[in-house]
């Protein structure tokens, strides 16, 4: 029976991995700490696959080059190459985009990809990330079943830069509707929140609601360091 293992860090792809891979063919594998992915540990597991949902650490070219890594990229790779995918698309006014699944090569997202699959923009960070993770889980049901083959990525090459934290804030010369989409792009756990600062306060923005010419939020005051 074949070994499979599964490498992440969100909780949303534990509780996923936990509730599916009972059901699924082979034996499976569940690495959260990035100590445990040495070459070593993987070569006594032998995996057929290693998937990895939302790793945030570079994998070592030993690991890429005698295993078969796949990697998900919530972009219709090769556009939306780099890092901070859904809040780049969202930023750039895309409402639906395609999850990759593609094989990990040195390179960051330039692997021939397994397939993809439809993926909607719509709701908070959390909400898109929860949905992203159901959808990659039944992408990984399909490659253990079926054995897809890869093909090259075609068309060309768009790259998103990650985002860092001081770009969380708002700028408030925006309209209503990027506001709204700025601060639920942001709205999930672990991310660093939409904000601006006010006199010697800094307030955080989650769960955005807009209707007509409104919007309502939960607003976070803390003092600024």
Known sequence: MNNYIVAT???WNITQYKK???AYNGNWHLITDKKELTY???KHLNPKYIFFPHW???VPEE???NFNCVCFHMTDLPYGRGGSPMQNLISLGHTTTKLSALKME???DTG???LKRALSLEGTAQQIFLRC???TFDMIEFIVNDNPEVTPQEGPVTAFSRRNPSQSVIDTNLELDDIFDHIRMLDADSYPKAYIKHGKYKLEFTNAKKSNDALTANIKLTLLE
């Open 9 to 11: 860090i969100k909780d």
């Open 20 to 22: 599916r891979t009972p």
């Open 40 to 42: 070593n540990h993987l």
């Open 56 to 58: 945030s650490w570079i």
């Open 63 to 65: 690991i890429i080059n």
């Open 106 to 108: 040195e390179s960051i």
């Open 112 to 114: 021939p990809i397994y």
């Open 133 to 135: 993770s159901a959808l």
